[in-house]
């Protein structure tokens, strides 16, 4: 290229530059920028920030992540979302516009992250094309359908006597190491195959507990159909308040796509104890037990958003299952009574029993289900319908029995039916059972089959029939369809009678070997 075409081309260059610049109209934008006013334990306080909403995600100090609680007329309380290195007052506050979301995906499933999306497993990030808000409202009341499909847990004393149904929010509480995370583990590995996205959500866990849990859940490939939501203890608290609404919104993300969902809160104690650190650092006004009053309705907005769709809008579910740790079994203490008059029923879990060996060590008679048979397939009704009350009365007669009294044929009888009643409600963890072998087994117990078998022979009475059912085709299907076929029950019978036959041959007749 000669000298003079060189310059030509430099100025048309030119030319065109001048002529943008003329063309271009500057905008001002306007930015409101508080500054940080003091800076507490996972709090900062900020002012000059005059437009500030609820509930709006703030940068402080530019590095860090923080959501608006309070607004007073001098200044803002924000809750810290992350811990900035060196965050110190006269650092500027930045305004996002924006509320807090989370990243929402198919590929959510089988990951570990925290309650802001993040991931923990060392994988690749979420992808945030799709995010919903956090704090989302209720579904109303004319988008829901009743509760009635069973959510089988594959545990006996569940399945049968406190059915949790699709859309139920069925609390799970008791004292600290009875087995409640347990109850939630082993129902969260029922739903292998039965097309069930499930959720765990750590809060305030230590490491150590939670990779214990995932561990199990990736020795029984139980994470390929879960997400695992975690906020450690070491967390600051205002992560720990969101983490459970985080976990709700990817549920919802799942139930809008027409999916059931089950999501675990492990535990909604130490989410209490979170936001009660909140709000005495942010000089709320204390109530009961020093948590803040609003705490009910903390709990009841985030429960709430359990439910099962109607069929036009997808006819998702979301079914929650909130733990709470009790302190000397006081089930009446202020965060317990909030939480059993917010959900569907309770599941409550006894020291008394764990210490005896009963486990699960659910109470009967403290737990319920509030939507009872309506959730339940109708062949457990056949074979469950008097157990709770029977297997009451057998432990008030085996409490009277202990005071020595002469005790006649008749009542040594019930007390050995009772017995291996209680055996058979025994089950171990990581061992659930499908509906079929439940119901085959309760059919047994209450048809006295049990009876002759000596209690350290039951378990391995339970193994026979769950083998036989399995071998005979077609029969699991036709027990847990069977309601009013007596044919099938028939056939259950005998087939339950054909596999005892080795234990039942083995006892002395009309003897109860205890």
Same mark, same amino acid.
Not at 109 to 120: A, F, Q, S
Not at 169 to 176: A, H, K, P, V
Not at 392 to 406: I, K, V
């Given at each position: 290229?000669?000298?003079?075409?060189?310059?030509?081309?430099?100025?048309?260059?030119?030319?065109?530059?001048?002529?943008?610049?003329?063309?271009?109209?500057?905008?001002?934008?306007?930015?409101?920028?508080?500054?940080?006013?003091?800076?507490?334990?996972?709090?900062?306080?900020?002012?000059?920030?005059?437009?500030?909403?609820?509930?709006?995600?703030?940068?402080?100090?530019n590095r860090g992540s923080g959501l608006?609680?309070?607004?007073?007329?001098?200044?803002?309380?924000?809750?810290?979302?992350?811990?900035?290195?060196?965050?110190?007052?006269?650092?500027?506050?930045?305004?996002?516009?924006?509320?807090?979301?989370?990243?929402?995906?198919?590929?959510?499933?089988?990951?570990?992250?925290?309650?802001?999306?993040?991931?923990?497993?060392?994988?690749?990030?979420?992808?945030?094309?799709n995010r919903l808000p956090v704090f989302r409202e209720a579904p109303p009341i004319m988008a829901r359908q009743p509760v009635v499909t069973p959510l089988q847990t594959g545990i006996k004393i569940i399945d049968a006597l406190?059915?949790?149904?699709?859309?139920?929010?069925?609390?799970?509480?008791?004292?600290?190491?009875?087995?409640k995370t347990a109850v939630a583990i082993d129902t969260i590995m029922n739903q292998r195959g039965k097309n069930v996205i499930c959720i765990y959500c750590a809060i305030g866990q230590r490491s150590s507990s939670v990779a214990r849990v995932v561990a199990e859940m990736q020795r029984y490939q139980a994470l390929d159909y879960t997400v695992v939501v975690v906020a450690e203890g070491s967390d600051p608290p205002g992560l720990q308040y969101v983490a459970p609404y985080a976990a709700?919104?990817?549920?919802?993300?799942?139930?809008?796509?027409?999916?059931?969902?089950? &999501?675990?809160?492990?535990?909604?104690?130490?989410?209490? %104890? @979170?936001? +009660?650190?909140?709000?005495?650092?942010? !000089?709320?006004?204390?109530?009961?037990?020093?948590?803040p009053g609003d705490i009910f309705f903390v709990h009841s907005r985030l429960l709430e958003r359990s439910t099962r769709l109607r069929t036009?809008?997808?006819?998702?579910?979301?079914?929650?299952?909130?733990?709470?740790?009790?302190?000397a079994q006081n089930i009446s203490a202020y965060i317990p009574t909030n939480l059993i008059s917010i959900t569907d029923?309770?599941?409550?879990?006894?020291?008394?029993?764990?210490?005896?060996?009963?486990?699960?060590?659910?109470?009967?008679?403290?737990? &319920?289900?509030?939507?009872?048979?309506?959730?339940?397939? %109708? @062949?457990y +009704?056949?074979?469950?319908?008097?157990? !709770?009350?029977?297997?009451?009365?057998?432990?008030?007669?085996?409490?009277?029995?202990?005071?020595?009294?002469?005790l006649d044929e008749k009542t040594k009888q019930t007390l050995a039916h009772g017995r291996r009643v209680r055996e058979v409600l025994k089950q171990n963890q990581y061992e659930p059972q499908s509906a079929s072998e439940q119901i085959a087994i309760l059919f047994a117990v209450n048809k006295g089959l049990f009876d002759d078998i000596a209690l350290g022979d039951i378990s391995e009475a339970q193994r026979l029939i769950c083998k036989t059912i399995e071998e005979t085709a077609g029969l699991a299907k036709e027990i847990s369809e069977a309601a009013k076929d007596s044919a099938v029950w028939d056939l259950m019978l005998e087939v339950i009678i054909t596999a005892l036959e080795p234990l039942a041959k083995s006892a002395t007749p009309g003897v109860h070997p205890e």
């Open positions: 290229m000669t000298e003079s075409s060189l310059n030509k081309v430099l100025d048309e260059a030119a030319d065109g530059i001048e002529q943008s610049l003329e063309a271009f109209t500057p905008r001002i934008s306007e930015d409101e920028v508080g500054r940080v006013r003091s800076v507490s334990e996972g709090i900062v306080w900020a002012e000059g920030m005059g437009k500030v909403q609820s509930e709006e995600l703030v940068s402080p100090g608006v609680l309070d607004i007073l007329p001098e200044k803002i309380g924000i809750v810290l979302l992350n811990t900035p290195i060196n965050l110190k007052a006269g650092d500027e506050v930045l305004r996002t516009g924006r509320i807090l979301e989370v990243p929402v995906d198919e590929s959510l499933v089988g990951r570990i992250i925290d309650p802001l999306g993040r991931p923990l497993d060392r994988k690749r990030a979420i992808p945030d094309d406190i059915p949790i149904g699709h859309g139920q929010r069925e609390l799970i509480l008791g004292d600290r190491q009875t087995g709700t919104s990817m549920a919802e993300y799942f139930m809008s796509r027409g999916e059931d969902v089950l &999501v675990v809160y492990d535990d909604l104690t130490r989410h209490a %104890q @979170a936001l +009660r650190q909140i709000s005495l650092l942010m !000089r709320r006004p204390p109530g009961r037990e020093a948590f036009e809008l997808g006819g998702g579910s979301l079914t929650a299952l909130p733990i709470i740790e009790t302190e029923g309770q599941i409550y879990l006894s020291p008394e029993l764990f210490q005896k060996g009963l486990l699960p060590a659910i109470d009967i008679g403290k737990s &319920v289900s509030r939507v009872g048979g309506k959730a339940q397939l %109708q @062949a +009704r056949k074979v469950a319908g008097d157990l !709770r009350l029977s297997y009451s009365q057998f432990q008030e007669l085996e409490s009277f029995a202990r005071f020595g009294t002469r």
